[in-house]
């Protein structure tokens, strides 16, 4: 069973990459993003708590989003194996996270950063929000919020995992094809 975090800034491509991977090993794929973005778009309870923070570009808070973390992945048992992208983003809700897989017998295999320069991020950003309308691709403020948000609380996480022997790196620079080789060569190792 392949139990996969997807890791990386914003824009580093992980919503693609995790569809290919989803696809091609049969994994169930669990995008807190969407997920959100879904709850909003029909002004759920859990949409309306959410929309204050995601978009001006600043993390939902970690209670709000362990818990609908937790329901998407019940929902989804049993399962080939999950592949969470877009989570944990903060060291608390890797430690929840932790435990949410314990109690489902489930293994964490590995968690895989795609690896892009802020720069080159941040034109993929305005260019996503041109194609896509994404209301927190809009603008440079909010691009730059999400990346501080990354920088503060999400990338302490690369030891933490780094310490379980948990943690690999891909560039995720390149043709869409080419990362995607390079995440199945990694993956094949596991
Ligand atoms: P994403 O599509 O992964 O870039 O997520 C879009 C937005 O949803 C983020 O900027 C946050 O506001 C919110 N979000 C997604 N995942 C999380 C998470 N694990 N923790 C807190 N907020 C999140």
Redesign the pocket.
Known sequence: MLNLILFGK?GSG??TQATFLKNKYDLVHI????V??KNIKTETELGLK?KV??EK????P?EI?VSMLENEIELNLPSNGFIF??????IY?ANEMNKILSKHELLLTATVALDVSDNLLKDRLLKRGEISGRA?DQSEDKIHT?LN?YRKKTEPLIQYYQKMNKFYSVSGVGDIDEISSRLVDLIQKF
């Open positions: 914003p992980k919503g995008s807190t993003g969407d959100f973005r959410a923070y995601a570009g600043e993390l939902v970690d989003t992208d877009g989570f944990p983003r903060t809700q927190d999400r948000e």
